[in-house]
Nanobody
Framework: QVQLVESGGGLVQAGGSLRLSCAAS????????MGWFRQAPGKEREFVAA????????NYAASAKGRFTISRDNAKNTVYLQMNSLKPEDTAVYSC????????????????WGQGTQVTVSS
């Protein structure tokens, strides 16, 4: 079992930045691809970014490309999402997940999930 806990969310003005963290416990995440997803009120959960087990390969949704950066520190059992140039439409609950392929956009292909952290971007 892998337990995931997200932190770093909050309220930020449009154009600002936030860095989300996802701390894992129970098992090392070095064997897993890790992803970030988000869900806005009234909308389905959507893929944001993913990273392979070593950190050498990443995958981004079109909405995140060029603004967000996913990274990981396996020694700290932690994954990060640096979000820059935030927009009001980025407002959502952001969740991290552990899976088996960084190429996967589908939440059903991720096995372990955190509870999420709220990100609110004001205009």
């Amino acid at each position: 079992q892998v337990q995931l806990v997200e932190s770093g969310g909050g309220l930020v003005q449009a154009g600002g930045s936030l860095r989300l963290s996802c701390a894992a416990s129970g098992r090392t995440i070095s064997n897993y691809a890790m992803g970030w997803f988000r869900q806005a009120p009234g909308k389905e959960r959507e893929f944001v970014a993913a990273i392979n087990w070593s950190g050498g390969y990443t995958n981004y949704a079109a909405s995140a490309k060029g603004r967000f950066t996913i990274s990981r520190d396996n020694a700290k059992n932690t994954v990060y999402l640096q979000m820059n140039s935030l927009k009001p439409e980025d407002t959502a609950v952001y969740s991290c997940a552990a899976g088996y392929s960084y190429r996967s956009y589908y939440s059903s292909e991720y096995e372990y999930w955190g509870q999420g952290t709220q990100v609110t971007v004001s205009s």
